[in-house]
């Protein structure tokens, strides 16, 4: 499998990566979601994880998190194993959808994310309030700081849960699909929220989607993922007609208009004629890896 | 309820010794299913503690079978079908209901048999009310103890892991990235559900224990702004309703003729009331960030 | 046990347990097994006031089950449904034991009316509860594609002019009358293992949606048969045979899918509702 990894060749091994993923294997119900997954993160990068739905990319995230089981390969953080330095990582689910009833307000959720996990009574001393109001800063979460979360709306939920991840100050933020069922105006306010936090506060950020284009402003790094394979590198690189059609096993045209990238099953006239071998399903609608 | 209806006091009526230990234990059960049955209702887990209290009634007919003590005949039965509903480790929802339901009705199934064995044999022929709608009058002072004990424990175990329970409430995926041990504590939590319906047997008998472990619980949750609001209230309600109970069935004595109603049957209907006016009162929009009209389905 | 007493018996438990076997089959699609457990809990006051008011128990066991549909909808309005039924089964039930404790020989009633009794139906109430049972059985047979329907997409039923609203009401008065039948013999307790049970098990062995409701028609009469036969030669209550038997039949049931779903996990497929492949 080539992938064509941009940099590492050049990178100096002796200063660890904040990430590294290396000959990551995923099996789920002893079906492959992912084989053979390389790549790493640096300081204050803003990457995109980018694949259809059923690519893998939650399960990435899940292995990442130690929440998956993997099956081969390794993940470290600063070099030591992902698993044991969970207290560097913020999370930020795809579903939020809390239940309207729960009596808890924005703060409360936002001091869970630092006490959440303390047993005994460590957790009911100290004043938490200033990192709470630092982390409801970053996401201008402050007017709604006082509500409960389950009447919030969907952005407004999201912004608490990220606040709940920033608030202990995380090296690497991990976000599932947090562009999707955003309205534009939304969409824009977040990935300019993201880039803030990638440039002034040096944070790390991987983000899944299925479309690259919102990120594209402040993207440093890609990982293209697709029959549990992926590509890696700078957007450039990655996105391009003979990499991706590797990728997915079928031809697949980039276009490129007015700097938004659109990635194309190639005209399905031309492929009547010209299938690829071993891959006769289309892209559209296989949702399988 | 032989001794102590002469006078109409209160003095007279704090002044029993069956009163006494019935204030104690109700109070202990209030406390209990107030805090639990927060947690409950957030975990979408109503029926999962409904059915752990009428499972235990198993564990009480047992007992009066074998002769041992009916708090550890509930508490038994409960924790047995706690673990084992733990053991299952179901996650959604609809089929969570669907497999309580089957081991709630094995459970109810062994009761029956017991029920019939105690009735059938010899003395104990008012098992079946005593432990299907409590006889908090009739327990014997020496069972105060145990229960305050098993009770302060459950609500220090709850204390010390109160941020990770209110966080897996809240959102489970939350607490498992922050590297919670969440199937852990699903387990301690439905060992504290088995403990909050094995004592609220006791109190109000074992097919009623849910009434003081969803209704103040409810009630709360309709007032309360904030996540230690809403257990001081629940706990607050579910020992309003307790304590009063128990003073009208003592009263109800004179009031009927002498037959003194039930003590369940007060608390149950007190309880039914709170509900119901705390989501009355939180419709009139005092109170901050009312639930939704139709709450959310787990 | 043949004998022309226990005829009434063994009619109306085979008419009882071909409703239930139907009726559970929509509780389990549905997932409404609270309220599944919930009504026949209504209904026990229904029976503990009758002697007090010298009605045939059957009248009784209907207007409280009613009582307890009416109640349902009306507190589901209020915040969460769960909560509603769990409040709702303990008043009534509270409620039932205060009219028993009025009567004379307390245990013994309560005992019976909790965990039922196989002569638990006097010849009085033998025909309007039989035309109950087939009014049911028609109405279910009627609908049965709309609930079919609802049950798989609400979506599609909604496009398709179907009033969710409607068929909820249905479905709860249906479970209403069936439980006010099966409740004497059965017991309060048990008569929602006769919804749950079978139709959960049929729902685990058999995807197709028609013979699966056949299957759960079937479980639900041996069970009873079988329950009813014991209870007869133990004299034991036949809550107990009817509880336990369930779980058996649900763990096989459930062991057997597993076993034929071979390594896939059984949590995701096995629960699966017995209807067409899997939509997300």
Not at chain 1, 123 to 145: I, K, M, P
Not at chain 1, 178 to 185: G, I
Not at chain 2, 18 to 37: E, Q
Request: charged share 10%; proline share 5%.
């Amino acid at each position: 499998m080539s992938s064509p990894t941009s940099s590492s060749a050049m990178e100096e091994q002796n200063a660890p990566h904040l990430l590294e993923v290396a000959g990551l294997q995923v099996q789920i119900g002893g079906r492959s979601v992912l084989e053979e997954l390389d790549f790493h993160l640096d300081t204050g990068q803003l990457c995109a994880l980018i694949g259809e739905n059923g690519a893998g990319k939650t399960t990435l995230l899940r292995a990442i998190l130690g929440l998956q089981p993997v099956r081969q390969g390794r993940i470290r953080i600063h070099g030591k194993p992902a698993s044991e330095e969970r207290g560097q990582m913020g999370y930020v689910p795809q579903k939020i959808a809390f239940d309207p009833n729960l009596p808890i307000r924005t703060r409360d959720l936002v001091e869970l994310g630092l006490r959440g996990s303390h047993f005994g009574f460590r957790g009911f001393f100290g004043n938490t309030s200033a990192a709470v109001a630092a982390a409801l800063a970053a996401v201008d979460g402050e007017g709604f700081a006082d509500q409960r979360i389950g009447r919030l709306s969907g952005g407004q939920q999201q912004r608490a849960v990220i606040a709940h991840a920033l608030v202990r100050r995380p090296r690497l933020l991990l976000l599932d699909e947090p562009l999707a069922n955003l309205d534009f105006r939304s969409t824009n306010t977040l990935v300019q929220m993201l880039g803030r936090l990638v440039r002034e506060e040096k944070i790390t950020v991987l983000v899944t989607a299925h479309d690259m284009n919102p990120l594209l402003p402040f993207l440093d790094r890609l990982v293209y993922l697709a029959h549990g394979r992926a590509a890696v590198g700078d957007v450039h690189t990655v996105v391009q007609d003979a990499v991706l059609s590797r990728l997915y096993g079928y031809p697949v045209t980039v276009l490129h208009h007015q700097g938004r990238i659109l990635v194309l099953p190639e005209d399905p006239r031309r492929g009547m004629e010209t299938a690829c071998p071993g891959h006769t399903e289309t892209d559209h609608g296989e949702t399988g890896s | 309820m032989s001794t102590g209806f002469q006078d109409l006091g209160l003095v007279h009526f704090l002044g029993d010794p069956t009163i006494r230990s019935a204030l104690w234990i109700g109070t202990m059960a209030a406390m209990l299913n107030g805090v639990i049955g927060v947690f409950a209702i957030l975990r979408g887990q109503a029926f999962a503690g409904h059915a752990l209290g009428d499972i235990s009634s198993a564990g009480g007919a047992a007992a009066v079978f074998t002769g041992i003590s009916a708090l550890w005949g509930f508490l038994g039965m409960a924790w047995l079908a706690a673990l084992i509903l733990s053991g299952l480790g179901l996650k959604r929802a609809g089929e969570r209901d669907l497999v309580t339901g089957v081991v709630l009705g094995g459970g109810l199934g062994i009761s029956a048999l017991f029920l019939y064995l105690d009735a059938t044999g010899s003395s104990h022929s008012g098992a079946t009310v005593s432990i299907m709608f409590g006889s908090l009058f009739g327990i014997p002072g020496s069972m105060v103890l145990p229960v305050i004990l098993s009770t302060l424990s459950g609500l220090l175990l709850v204390l010390l892991c109160y941020h990770p329970l209110l966080l897996i409430a809240a959102d489970p995926d939350l607490a498992r990235a922050r590297g919670v041990p969440a199937g852990l504590l699903e387990t301690l939590y439905l060992l504290l559900l088995g403990l909050a319906a094995a004592i609220s047997a006791l109190t109000v008998g074992a097919i009623l224990a849910t009434a003081l472990l969803l209704g103040p619980a409810g009630a709360a949750l309709h007032l309360a702004g904030r996540p230690a609001q809403a257990f001081l209230y629940a706990a607050g309600i579910a020992l309003f309703c307790t304590v009063t109970g128990i003073y009208l069935s003592y009263e109800s004595f004179y009031w009927f003729g002498g037959t003194a109603w039930p003590v369940s049957f007060f608390v149950v209907v007190l309880v039914l009331l709170s509900y119901l006016l705390a989501a009355a009162w939180s419709r009139t929009g005092t109170v901050p960030g009312r639930p939704a009209l139709h709450g959310a389905k787990r | 046990m043949f004998a022309s007493y226990m005829l009434h018996t063994w009619i109306m438990a085979s008419i009882l347990a071909m409703a239930t076997g139907i009726l559970g089959y929509f509780v389990i699609l549905w997932r409404s097994v609270f309220a599944a457990h919930a009504l026949p809990l209504a209904a026990f006051p229904g029976a503990a006031a009758a002697p007090l008011l010298g009605i045939s128990p059957l009248w009784g066991l209907f207007f409280f089950s009613g009582l307890g549909v009416l109640f349902l909808r009306l507190f589901s309005l209020l915040g969460r449904k769960d909560i509603a039924m769990g409040l709702l089964l303990t008043t009534f039930l509270a409620l039932g034991g205060l009219l028993l404790s009025m009567g004379q020989e307390y245990s013994a009633a309560v005992f019976s009316l909790l965990f039922g009794e196989i002569l638990g139906i006097s010849g009085r109430s033998f025909l309007p509860m039989v035309l109950i049972a087939l009014l049911v059985l028609l109405l279910v047979l009627a609908n049965f594609r709309s609930l079919l329907l609802q049950s798989v997409s609400p979506a599609l039923a909604a496009a398709a002019g179907i009033s969710r609203s409607r068929l909820d009401w249905l479905v709860l008065a249906l479970l209403a009358l069936v439980t006010a039948g099966a409740l004497p013999i059965v017991g309060t307790l048990l008569t929602f293992t006769l919804l749950v049970s079978p139709a959960a098990s049929a729902q685990r062995l058999c995807s197709h949606p028609f013979w699966s409701l056949v299957l759960s028609v079937f479980l639900a009469e041996t069970m009873t048969w079988l329950s009813i036969a014991m209870a007869f030669w133990t004299n034991w209550p036949p809550g107990f045979f009817v509880g336990t038997l369930g779980a058996v039949l649900f763990l096989l049931s459930h062991l057997t899918a597993r076993f034929r779903s071979g390594l896939r996990p059984s949590a995701d497929t096995a629960g699966r509702p017995g209807l067409s492949s899997d939509p997300a």
